[in-house]
Each structure stands twice: as structure tokens, then as C-alpha cells.
């Protein structure tokens, strides 16, 4: 089935880890973007990339690096997990023509 | 600074009822505007996207308008069902220095009870 695969589902990570949440969609979308979303605050942009081999930040980028080597992939990396780091991670991506947005399934992320 | 907010922050209503969804935007030069339903613990499944050149979108029993000049959108749920409870999220596109953004309000939790 088409769409967009995050892994893992959800995680336990020490603080002061490094981890790497996955993306990857099979549409052939060039646009795809990281979220958060925490209680009361809605869904966050961390990072977003129009296109292979680009990226841009969002709202709250402190913290987290992104990478767009490819079409399909864009891995957000947390480099050392922090407690306010705890949270459910949502990708998505649509295409060129910016038309309707896909989202994963989440990644809940629990640092302690 | 381009955002998006939505009203009410929570909504109870019993089975049956027309209700309205509200989405306020800054900045009136958006792209497009998609709202989004979020069951509690799972994804986003996108309901209706409407361009800049739209005035409304409609999917069954839901009607989305827009009003870019005022700033708003609104979702209309005819005659309610339990089966609607969920979150309700508005996403704004805008294009930003050549890069497209897709924002979020903080959604609307809808709760219909028989």
C-alpha cells in the first residue's frame, strides 16, 4: 500500500542518546516535513525539504538535524535526546504541486 | 509571523446537530488550506483541501469554505454523529522565500455524545 512508513512506532531513549527517526513514502513526493505535537500546542514544523538534496527549519529546530539525500527518505536526527525532546514525531510529504499532504502513522518518543 | 489558530479549543454537542469548525490565518496570500481529522493516538487523515482560488470544498456531510481576505476558514459537519468525535486540525500553506510551509492550528476536539 502506498504512503509514507515511520520507524520506529515508539521509543524509550535515555537522555543524552543519539536517535535517528525514519521516514519514507513511495509517492514520489518532492516536499516532506517533520513534525511534533505535544498537548495543547498542536502540530510543530521541525524541518521541512521542497526537494532532494534541500532542507529548510521550521518553528522549533533546536535540537534536531534532518537530511534529504533522496526522493523517498528524510531521517530526522535527534544527536543528544533531551527530557522537552519527549513527544509524538509526525512525517508527511505531498508533491511538487503542494496538493494534499500525507502523514505517517507517528513515532511517540519518551526520553528520560 | 504566519499563523494559524483555531476556535473552539474543544466542542461537545449531542448526535444530530449542525456545527461549525473555525480556522483564522495571518497573512492572506496563502496557497492552499487543508483540515485534517485526528482520532485520539493515530495519524492525520486528510477530509478536504481548498485552494487559493476556491471558495468552498464539500465531501458528503462536510462543507469547507474560505475566505482569504478575512482570513478564515470554516468546516460545517451536518447533523452530527458519535462517529465524528475526533480532533479536527486546520493546515495552511503559504509560499515563504521560495520554500512551501504547511502550518497548523492547535485543532478543534470534537466530541459527539447520543
Known amino acids: 500500500i502506498a504512503g509514507i512508513t515511520q520507524a520506529p512506532t515508539s521509543q524509550i531513549l535515555a537522555a543524552g542518546r543519539r536517535m535517528t527517526l525514519r521516514c519514507t513514502q513511495d509517492?514520489?513526493?518532492?516536499?516532506m516535513y517533520w513534525y511534533r505535537q505535544d498537548l495543547g500546542l498542536g502540530l510543530r514544523l521541525i524541518h521541512y525539504?521542497?526537494?532532494?538534496?534541500?532542507?529548510g527549519k521550521g518553528e522549533v529546530p533546536d535540537g534536531y538535524s534532518v537530511s534529504r539525500a533522496n526522493t523517498d527518505d528524510f531521517p530526522l536526527t535527534l544527536a543528544s535526546a533531551v527530557p522537552s525532546q519527549t513527544s509524538v514525531y509526525f512525517c508527511?510529504?505531498?508533491?511538487?504541486?503542494?496538493?494534499?499532504?500525507?502523514f505517517g502513522q507517528g513515532t511517540r518518543l519518551t526520553v528520560v | 509571523k504566519q499563523e494559524v489558530t483555531q476556535i473552539p479549543a474543544a466542542l461537545s454537542v449531542p448526535e444530530g446537530e449542525n456545527l461549525v469548525l473555525n480556522c483564522s490565518f495571518t497573512?492572506?496570500?496563502?496557497?492552499?488550506l487543508q483540515w485534517f481529522r485526528q482520532d485520539p493516538g493515530k495519524g492525520l487523515t486528510s477530509l478536504l483541501l481548498?485552494?487559493?482560488?476556491?471558495r468552498e470544498q464539500t465531501s458528503g456531510r462536510l462543507n469547507a469554505s474560505l475566505d482569504k481576505s478575512s482570513g478564515r476558514s470554516t468546516l460545517y459537519i451536518a447533523a452530527s454523529q458519535p462517529g465524528d468525535s475526533a480532533t479536527y486540525l486546520c493546515?495552511?500553506?503559504?509560499?515563504?522565500?521560495?520554500?512551501?510551509?504547511?502550518?497548523f492550528g492547535a485543532g478543534t476536539r470534537l466530541a459527539v455524545h447520543p
Open positions: 508527511a510529504s505531498r508533491d511538487s504541486a503542494m496538493t494534499e499532504a500525507f
Open positions: 493546515a495552511v500553506s503559504w509560499l515563504s522565500g521560495g520554500y512551501n510551509k504547511l502550518i
Open positions: 497573512d492572506s496570500a496563502i496557497y492552499n
Open positions: 525539504s521542497n526537494t532532494a538534496g534541500t532542507t
Open positions: 509517492m514520489r513526493h518532492n516536499a
Open positions: 481548498i485552494q487559493s482560488s476556491q
